[in-house]
T-cell receptor, first 115, second 113 residues
């Protein structure tokens, strides 16, 4: 089955540590995204990528880093510079960034908690 | 001002009721519009796209008013399974003409037996 997979589902991090969240898709989509969702709030864009080896900052990129070495994979690293990392992280993909009415497909999310 | 604004609710309605949600957007150049549904502690999933002429999918009707910059979602004959958060989503043009999805904060709906 085609889809988008995030791992792990739950992640606990000590303060001062970097952690990497995995996102893999087998939908052959060019565009991939990382969003953060806090309780009672909408999704905020962290980073997005429209093609391999290219990525752009979203609205809240500080304290995060990404890479796009393969079309299928778009890992997100939450660094120690991110002051409030506890949140629900969602990865998404779409065919590309150019077509109208293009649906975004989401992974099941990773809940990160700083302990 | 937020780019996409929704009434957070919660909306608590009895089964069988009709309920409507509105969403306003600030960027007049927005091109595409969607409603996503998000169940508690789950990922969002596309409910329906919103077309200029309005569109219907079973019990769900979506409408777009470009002049007033709002979209709406109407749910008829509410079911218990409709309980979820409904996210309004618009596409805005970012640098280089790439389209980005911008999400509202969501409207929480609870359908009561």
């Amino acid at each position: 089955d085609g889809g988008i997979t995030q791992s792990p589902k739950y992640l606990f991090r000590k303060e001062g540590q970097n952690v990497t969240l995995s996102c893999e898709q087998n939908l052959n989509h060019d565009a991939m995204y990382w969003y953060r969702q806090d309780p009672g709030q909408g999704l905020r864009l962290i980073y997005y990528s429209q093609i391999v080896n290219d990525f752009q900052k979203g609205d809240i990129a500080e304290g995060y880093s990404v890479s796009r070495e393969k079309k299928e994979s778009f890992p997100l690293t939450v660094t120690s510079a991110q002051k409030n990392p506890t949140a629900f992280y969602l990865c998404a993909s779409s065919i590309d960034l150019w077509r109208m009415n293009t649906e975004a497909f989401f992974g099941q999310g990773t809940r990160l908690t700083v302990v | 001002r937020k780019e996409v604004e929704q009434d957070p609710g919660p909306f608590n309605v009895p089964e069988g009721a009709t309920v409507a949600f509105n969403c306003t957007y600030s960027n007049s150049a927005s091109q595409s519009f969607f409603w996503y549904r998000q169940d508690c502690r789950k990922e969002p999933k596309l409910l329906m796209s919103v077309y200029s002429s309005g569109n219907e999918d079973g019990r769900f009707t979506a409408q777009l008013n470009r002049a007033s910059q709002y979209i709406s979602l109407l749910i008829r004959d509410s079911k218990l399974s409709d309980s979820a958060t409904y996210l309004c989503v618009v596409t805005v043009i970012s640098s280089g003409s790439a389209r980005q999805l911008t999400f509202g904060s969501g409207t929480q709906l609870t359908v009561l037996p």
